[in-house]
């Protein structure tokens, strides 16, 4: 009776776990993937895989050296063809370039490609790889998003040992008749230039502590969670919300809204400018609700209006006056492709001070007048939506729109606790983000070098340290060290952002006081991106 071989097929996830948490967010719901899958057949005791070239390895050196577990293990069946014949399909398919060191292909010839072939053509088995798991790239490229990133993830791929390893083998050597140059490279060297390529290859990994002094002064080393306070000075100098509590346009707002011979409307309006420009003092409340029911007659009132109302959600009110859901849902609701140019929000003047008055009412201490926006659902996601889409130049090319609405995230970041940004759970080792929190990450750092304005630039990059470095302003004056996001850090470092900083990094100075604040800032969170 011939000899049988039971022939397995192993599968990993190479996002650990994001790629089911966060692929719906990026992708949709129609291109939402479950794991990013690498395989690897498992025969004669040994783990054959496909990255640059064809290599086997014992599986458990396989799996401590690459800190990964399989999810599943598949039975695919029994073979009769000995070891011997499967490693000689294994340097013929080398030879002749079908599975070589160099025709990798995340769509056509991929791992799991490999992983099919070597279980129908090189064992001769009934039963290959999963159709789930081969639809994959193609269900994930057909996003706009996988379109987007393609190029980054060209190379999702296991890198294969070094040729003198002392556990592997691979058959391009084999097939050549000699060994690799630098074949003294270590299992953990190649790990590190699969994850210098592949940025899915730790994602969802969390950084072991670090015990060792900084390298250089320029390059800290944190511990797992905790950093220097004295290694960020310029973004400690940014720890409260921004406001804008300037009362010199108070009588203009007032005199352009009494135009008409409404006294009533006069004297309230009048009494109200007094009261605005005394901080915390009470309001009218009968002059409040004039200005929110009526700030939306004409642009011109609207502006006015709204000038006024960034200053009344600085003062101390005794009942739910509606502001915040007004302005709230006549910015959402210019924020899909259904646009009204009769809004009066489509005023560049008025949609920034609609912004000026939502962040300002974010900021202040008056809590109570915002709590619509985490109460009704959707709201604050809408809002979020709405201002990032004001953040893109192509799409809003008013800058005192773009630098009002990246206030608004900043101050929603610096003050909202229900984003995940204070709350961690740290029994994975790392914080947990919140899926809010990943939009608006990934928002702010898109095209980000791209932003003209260099105020808007250091709101965006501000509203990044924020979720990187989630310090408030009490723990500014009281704690002795900055706590890190590892997630958000190795979320940044496994999306690519980590270039744009490098990028900005590398930027001219110009001489003016902007200019050396961004560098300053970027010059801070680089080093922590690079480190963990």
Known sequence: MATTHEIQLAIYDLSQGMARSLSTQFLGPNHSIEIIPHTAILAYGREYYFGAGIACDDPHTFRQTRQMQPIEIVTLGRTQSSRAAFDAWCVRVTQDGTYGPASYDLMRRNCNNFSHDAALRGLNLSRGVPEWILAVPERFLSSPMGQMIRPMLEQMQVTVPGADSATGSNFFTSAAG?????????????LERSAAVNPWAHLGTTSPPCTSEPKTESQPEPNSTILRKDQFPALLQYTRPLISNDTKMVDICVAKLTTSDDEYKKDLLTRLGNELKEPNSPLDEDA?????????????????????????????????????QSIAATLTSNSDNTKDQYTVVNSAAVRSMAWCALSNAIGSDQNQIVTTLYTEQGTLEKLVDAALLDLVPERQTRVEVRQSASTFLYNLIIKDKSLGIAECNNDMGGDEISDMVVTLLCGVMDGLNDEPDLTTKIRKVLVVSKILFPISDEESEQGTGIRVNT???????????????IAMSLEDVEPNDDSKKLVALVKEILPVLRSI
């Open 178 to 190: 000699g060994t690799r140059s630098g074949g003294n490279d270590s299992n953990s060297q190649d």
């Open 288 to 324: 409040i609700e004039l200005l929110v029911e009526n700030w939306k007659e004409s642009k011109i009132h609207a502006l006015y209006s709204l000038m006024l109302l960034r200053l009344v959600v600085l003062h101390p009110l005794t009942k739910d006056t509606n502001i915040v």
């Open 487 to 501: 997630t958000a850090v190795n979320l940044v470092n496994n999306l690519g952002f980590t270039d744009i900083f």
